[in-house]
């Protein structure tokens, strides 16, 4: 008897996503991204308060980042911009092990010492309905969200939330698949076919520009090309290639349980253009990212 399908587990997903990240340029994708643009992102966060130590301050929030190395990266181009400036981080984050991932980090980084950092082990929506309830609305110069509107349940309103935490002059940075992705692709055709996820949500970057225009916020759109090498997925047996299968479907072992037609045609469409190119034998995928950067 074949298992039904069934989504990954927060668990399981950590592993999934770890086989995406090791044959994936996501990391290259945001490293260029932090050299061409953010530079002048920081410089446009003018607000020094002086805080009770009487440094100048920043606060940053951080929401559901799988990438904590991104982040530190982002916070190390604040530094570098402001000069002196103490910087005062907030991550909110469910998954303990992420939270954990994090925190090594950070304590194996010596160049921190003007960082503070304030972990909420909380979705998005728990952190957003703490705040209300204390009445403690915190005003934040840089707020960012990689890769985790995927996994709110009320995206516009959560937008709107943390777009009313910023500070005068402050930013906020939403990191989304892009149109271009072999994801909008995918999903478009297949998401009925697979299990629903612990979001509900697939959305790439023009679900977010719409909601942004919605709420009559000004915001710019840049585009980075990132490909994902999926080769192994079509290799019969290969462990890898199934972690990345479950990754793409967001299912517990999807070749081992989902029906042999769907397994063919979803293996079929992830060759097509629209998905895929070709390079060297090898099939790349595309994972482009949009970066989406709204004012205050």
Same mark, same amino acid.
């Given at each position: 008897?074949?298992?039904?399908?069934?989504?990954?587990? /927060?668990?399981?997903?950590?592993? /999934?996503?770890?086989?995406?990240?090791?044959?994936?340029? &996501?990391?290259?994708?945001?490293? &260029?991204?932090?050299?061409?643009?953010?530079?002048?992102?920081? /410089?446009?966060?003018?607000?020094?308060?002086?805080?009770?130590?009487?440094?100048?301050?920043?606060?940053?929030?951080?929401?559901?980042?799988? =990438?904590? #190395?991104?982040?530190? !990266?982002?916070?190390?181009?604040?530094?570098?911009?402001?000069?002196?400036?103490?910087?005062? +981080?907030?991550?909110?984050?469910?998954?303990?092990?992420?939270? /954990?991932?994090?925190?090594?980090?950070? +304590?194996?980084?010596?160049?921190?010492?003007?960082?503070?950092?304030?972990?909420?082990?909380? @979705?998005?929506?728990?952190?957003?309905?703490?705040?209300?309830?204390?009445?403690?609305?915190?005003?934040?110069? $840089?707020?960012?969200?990689?890769?985790?509107?995927?996994?709110? &349940?009320?995206?516009?309103?959560?937008? !709107?939330?943390?777009?009313?935490?910023?500070?005068?002059?402050?930013?906020?940075?939403?990191?989304?698949?892009?149109?271009?992705? #072999?994801?909008?692709?995918?999903?478009?055709?297949?998401?009925?076919? =697979?299990?629903?996820?612990?979001?509900?949500?697939?959305?790439?970057?023009?679900?977010? @520009?719409?909601?942004?225009?919605?709420? #009559?916020?000004?915001?710019?759109?840049?585009?980075?090309?990132?490909?994902?090498?999926?080769?192994?997925? $079509?290799?019969?047996?290969?462990?890898?290639? #199934?972690?990345?299968?479950?990754?793409?479907?967001?299912?517990? +072992?999807?070749?081992?349980?989902?029906?042999?037609? =769907?397994?063919?045609?979803?293996?079929?469409?992830?060759?097509?253009?629209?998905?895929?190119?070709?390079?060297?034998?090898?099939?790349?995928?595309?994972?482009?990212?949009?970066?989406?950067?709204?004012?205050?």
């Amino acid at each position: 008897v074949i298992p039904s399908m069934r989504s990954l587990t /927060a668990e399981e997903y950590v592993e /999934a996503f770890k086989s995406f990240l090791d044959h994936s340029t &996501e990391h290259q994708c945001m490293d &260029e991204f932090n050299k061409e643009q953010m530079p002048n992102i920081a /410089a446009g966060i003018t607000r020094l308060c002086l805080s009770t130590s009487h440094k100048a301050e920043h606060a940053s929030l951080l929401l559901g980042d799988f =990438l904590a #190395g991104a982040d530190l !990266k982002m916070i190390r181009i604040l530094q570098a911009v402001h000069p002196g400036v103490f910087i005062d +981080n907030e991550i909110v984050e469910p998954n303990p092990q992420h939270v /954990a991932a994090y925190k090594e980090l950070v +304590n194996q980084a010596p160049d921190l010492q003007n960082v503070s950092f304030i972990w909420h082990q909380l @979705t998005s929506l728990e952190y957003e309905q703490q705040v209300k309830e204390k009445g403690t609305h915190k005003k934040f110069d $840089f707020i960012h969200m990689i890769q985790m509107l995927y996994r709110v &349940e009320d995206i516009p309103n959560t937008i !709107k939330f943390f777009h009313s935490c910023l500070d005068h002059h402050g930013k906020l940075l939403i990191i989304i698949l892009s149109d271009s992705s #072999g994801w909008a692709s995918l999903w478009k055709k297949y998401r009925d076919c =697979l299990p629903a996820t612990d979001s509900g949500h697939y959305i790439t970057s023009s679900g977010i @520009t719409e909601v942004l225009q919605r709420l #009559g916020v000004e915001h710019r759109v840049y585009e980075f090309p990132s490909g994902w090498d999926i080769t192994e997925c $079509f290799i019969e047996g290969d462990a890898v290639g #199934g972690r990345m299968m479950d990754f793409l479907t967001g299912t517990k +072992n999807f070749l081992g349980t989902a029906p042999p037609a =769907l397994r063919r045609r979803l293996q079929e469409a992830l060759c097509q253009p629209e998905c895929s190119s070709t390079r060297d034998g090898r099939v790349i995928f595309s994972n482009n990212l949009s970066m989406i950067v709204v004012e205050s």
